[in-house]
């Protein structure tokens, strides 16, 4: 199933993109079920239509069910906050296997600008 998220602009929020992923692989009533949420909710919140001036309640709830991360260099789960802050350190001189971490986190997909740092180099060589 394709989830329609056109009424968000260009990029919707990484929780409404997670939110859309978990319908597209189940439903709208297993997702809501999975977030603890009404359907009408999902409905509303994929639809950019949610009644609420503040969308900070679903989204702590998306995230913290579904903002969940396969850290590789790791090998444990760990939450999307905590695999941008620890992308986002400098780099952990000090420590070799901090450091061999961090350079994985550098390269990993799930990190948002390896790409960007990919395409930004091809652009300038």
């Known amino acids: 199933m394709n989830v329609n998220l056109s009424a968000w ?3 919707a929020p ?3 993109r997670l939110l859309a992923a978990e319908v597209a692989a189940t439903n709208k009533t297993k997702a809501s079920q999975r977030i603890g949420m009404s359907r009408t ?4 919140i994929l639809s950019n ?3 609420s001036p503040s ?3 679903v989204e702590r709830r998306v995230m913290e069910t579904l903002g969940r991360i396969e850290c590789v260099a790791l090998d444990e789960t760990i939450t999307s906050d905590q ?3 620890y992308r986002e350190k400098p780099a952990p001189t000090h420590n ?3 450091m061999q971490h961090w350079r994985a986190c550098q390269h990993c997909p799930i990190n948002p600008d390896c790409c960007n740092q990919e395409n ?3 652009r300038l060589h």
């Open 41 to 44: 909710a999902v409905s509303l």
């Open 14 to 16: 990484l929780f409404v």
């Open 49 to 51: 239509r949610y009644a």
């Open 120 to 122: 930004a180099h091809a």
């Open 96 to 98: 070799p296997q901090a």
């Open 83 to 85: 695999c941008q802050s």
């Open 55 to 57: 969308t900070a309640g």
């Open 9 to 11: 602009g260009s990029e």
